[in-house]
């Protein structure tokens, strides 16, 4: 999460939280917006972890991988963000919808020069990304008739959303990804694909 440079005569930055940048808007069918409000909180963070499958089977080692490590320092500039992307989906603990795939490189970018990002970012812009592909791949088995791809897809959403890894990326206090899912059980994906949005 960016940070841009700290006023005259401050001394050290607070930390920004991935929660507080994934945070979820209450609105109608609900759509996720980055926040730019400080959090002083402690650098947690997210890395790789293990393999992908068309069926995946995350131990629980595997996602404390990927939610507490590195923890090296909390801040980092672009170009380590995006490294820790390039990291994170090389090794994913989430299974990608077929014939998908992450972006070659994170999308991110700093909001004015000097910008500081809390280590995480990357992790965060990663599983954001396979939540957006994953819906995607639902909706469109859904639209082609193949309802029991799409509730498998769904099925791994429930998976990804009670995982650690979602847990230390996005703060959910609504629970709106959970009442989109069943609603998108029932046909209707207009709030799961705004939230996707």
Request: charged fraction near 15%.
């Amino acid at each position: 999460m960016p940070i841009n440079e700290l006023p005259a005569g401050a001394d050290k930055p607070r930390e920004l939280s991935r929660r507080s940048m994934l945070r979820m808007v209450a609105a109608v069918g609900g759509v996720i917006a980055a926040s730019t409000s400080l959090h002083a909180m402690g650098g947690q963070s997210a890395a790789a972890a293990t393999s992908q499958s068309a069926t995946p089977d995350v131990s629980s080692s595997e996602m404390t991988q990927f939610v507490d490590a590195p923890r090296a320092d909390s801040f980092t500039n672009l170009a380590g963000v995006r490294s820790e992307y390039a990291e994170v989906t090389t090794d994913f603990p989430l299974a990608l919808p077929e014939q998908t795939e992450f972006p070659s490189a994170s999308t991110l970018q700093d909001a004015a020069p000097n910008t500081l990002w809390e280590r995480g970012s990357g992790a965060a812009d990663a599983f954001m990304i396979w939540v957006g592909l994953t819906i995607a791949a639902a909706s469109q088995a859904h639209s082609n008739g193949q309802t029991e791809q799409s509730l498998l897809l769904l099925d791994e959403l429930d998976e990804g959303y009670a995982s650690p890894a979602r847990h230390a990326v996005l703060e959910d206090v609504g629970r709106y990804f959970p009442a989109a899912i069943s609603q998108a059980r029932q046909g209707n994906f207009t709030g799961l694909l705004a939230l996707a949005a």
